[in-house]
């Protein structure tokens, strides 16, 4: 550990983006400090139990960190490649060891658990100092570039950046769960039963990497764009009181990666009230109610979940959007949809314009050409020495539903970290 409190970077939230982004700049021999407010680190991948990373497009732009997450996965039994040669289905739990392998590798990268900021001292638009709150001290830190990659904006809006308004559009949010014991092999049998469409239900062995263990997924939703097998079950399960009609609305699972018998959990959506912490709190209340209430409908219904249990519900809400910083450049709908091309492009993905909405037939899925992102959607238009990545990118609304995956997050975190390098090395003082 160093003792000196002075660093070129400092990264703030220690999640999907903040990771990748730290890894590159240890990488680049960067003095960097990763500060991260729970005790473990990977955000919504590990406290939020999204799994798996959505596939996006084949193009390896920043991709050094992504694969270098695959691989320590692999090492870790936590990592199975699905049948559609999708790498990243990676266990949530064993994702916070393998993080802490990748990371704590570095002499240059300082991390700090269980620490948030307290302050931020500014000079015109830079920002000079921070002060960090952990459990007992105060600390003050230098440095001469921040990340904010709280997913949140928390560090943004402490330096009192302002952030997009451009819409009252609202992703629904959801509150991921897992049930363990479950005999996968019988539900497997069951679903591909009464549901042959692989669009929405496929299942995958694979004798390599997963000891001739099946995996799959499935989902239904109460909308009409496609006939969903399990609905059936779901309409039920509300006919017979065990579940409620809002939560047809959406359900999703997956097998889980390294983790026999386990099922994570898509679902139950949560009504967007993050403006309102009285009636967001209520939400999460209910979310769990609902939670409770797959838990006894499934073992009900599913052939294979009559033992289930509950094994874990997120630590951390899953937050599609909340905040998107004013950047240098706002990336549009239309940059996505005319798949712009920029000079050095931050990423190159094509996963679609993903909007999760309340009403019935309301959700928007936009497939995409292979789009690009600039570096300028990265960098903070109101302070000089200030980048936000991740769900952070300055996007407008759709824009963001599509980039916001966490292998485009990931390509964020680390571009940035080589940006960084870049300035450094071409500035003397900024
Ligand atoms: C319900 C849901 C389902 C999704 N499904 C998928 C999917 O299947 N596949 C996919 O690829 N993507 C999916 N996504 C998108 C993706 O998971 C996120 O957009 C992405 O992980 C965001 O990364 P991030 O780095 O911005 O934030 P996070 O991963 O949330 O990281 C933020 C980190 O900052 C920390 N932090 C916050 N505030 C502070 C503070 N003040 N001080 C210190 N630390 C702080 C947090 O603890 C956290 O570790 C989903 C998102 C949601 C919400």
């Known amino acids: 550990m160093q003792n000196s409190t002075k660093y070129d970077v400092v990264i703030v939230g220690g999640g999907t983006s903040g990771c990748a982004c730290a890894y590159n700049c240890a990488k680049n021999n960067l003095k960097t400090l990763l500060i991260e407010k729970n005790n473990f680190l990977g955000g919504l991948m590990t406290a939020g139990l999204v799994v798996p990373i959505m596939k996006s497009s084949t193009k390896n732009y920043n991709c050094d960190y992504y694969n270098k997450l695959i691989q320590t996965a692999k090492k870790f039994s936590a990592q199975i490649t699905y049948k559609d040669k999708n790498d990243g289905w990676l266990n949530p739990e064993l994702l916070k060891i393998v993080l802490d392998d990748i990371l704590s590798k570095y002499n240059n990268l300082d991390i700090l658990f269980e620490t948030e900021v307290l302050d931020v001292i500014k000079e015109d638009r830079k920002i000079k100092n921070i002060i960090l709150k952990t459990n007992l001290l105060s600390i003050p830190i230098e440095a ?62 694979n004798e390599r990497d ?39 609305s959406y359900f999703q699972i997956f097998s889980i990666a390294g983790a026999k018998g386990e099922v994570a959990f898509n679902c139950p959506r949560i009504n967007n009230y993050i403006e309102n912490p009285f009636k967001y709190s209520l939400e999460l209340i209910e979310a769990r109610r609902a939670i409770y209430r797959f838990y006894e409908f499934t073992k009900k219904y599913f052939d294979g979940f009559e033992n289930a249990i509950i094994v874990n519900i997120a630590t951390q809400t899953g ?43 309301g959700s928007i899925l ?7 992102l600039p570096i300028e959607s990265l960098m903070s238009d109101e302070i000089d020495n200030l980048y936000a990545i991740g769900k952070l990118v300055g996007a407008d609304f759709s824009a963001h539903s599509a980039l916001r995956v966490q292998k485009s997050c990931m390509s964020m975190g680390e571009a940035v970290a080589k940006h960084i390098k870049n300035e450094l090395f071409s500035n003397t003082e900024i």
Do not use: M
């Open 144 to 205: 001469i570039y921040f990340v904010d990659a709280t997913g949140s904006g928390e560090f943004s809006q402490l330096c009192g950046c302002n952030f997009i308004t451009d819409t009252d559009q609202k992703q629904q949010n959801t509150l991921r769960f897992i049930l363990g014991n479950i005999d996968i092999d019988k539900f497997t049998k069951f679903i591909l039963k009464i549901d042959n469409n692989e669009d929405i239900t496929n299942t995958y062995r």
């Open 210 to 248: 997963t000891n001739n263990e099946i995996h799959f997924t499935t989902a239904s939703t109460w909308d009409s764009s496609k006939i969903w097998a399990l609905d059936e079950y779901l309409k039920k399960g509300v006919n017979e009181g065990i579940l409620k009609e809002p939560d047809r």
């Open 366 to 372: 936009t497939k995409t050409l292979n789009y690009q």
């Open 319 to 361: 937050i599609r959007e909340q905040n998107r910083i004013k950047s240098k450049y706002i990336y549009s709908k239309e940059d996505i949809l005319s798949a712009k091309k920029f000079k050095t492009p931050v990423l190159e993905a094509n996963y679609p314009i993903d909007i999760h909405s309340d009403k019935k037939d």
